[in-house]
């Protein structure tokens, strides 16, 4: 059984992986290794861009038509 500390730790864990996956379209190197380390399947989520924004671009996030809505926004 998994003592008290350890259940928290492991939920604390989980909200960062979750906040990062559903809120953020670029992720850091750091916040992607941390990201894979949780869940191995996020490669698939996720494309190296290595751009200003981040090194990763969050798939779950981005859409094509928002990206090309940005790009006629300017």
């Known amino acids: 059984m998994m003592s008290q500390e350890s ?3 492991a939920k604390q864990e989980f909200d960062r992986f979750e906040k990062i996956m559903n809120t953020q379209l670029y992720l850091t190197k750091e916040e992607y290794d941390f990201c894979f380390s ?16 981040g090194d990763y671009l969050n798939l779950r996030l981005y859409t094509e038509h928002d990206h090309e809505k940005k790009e006629y926004e300017y």
């Open 7 to 9: 259940v928290y730790d």
């Open 38 to 53: 949780y869940d191995k399947d996020i490669r698939e989520d996720t494309s190296y861009v290595g751009d200003s924004y």
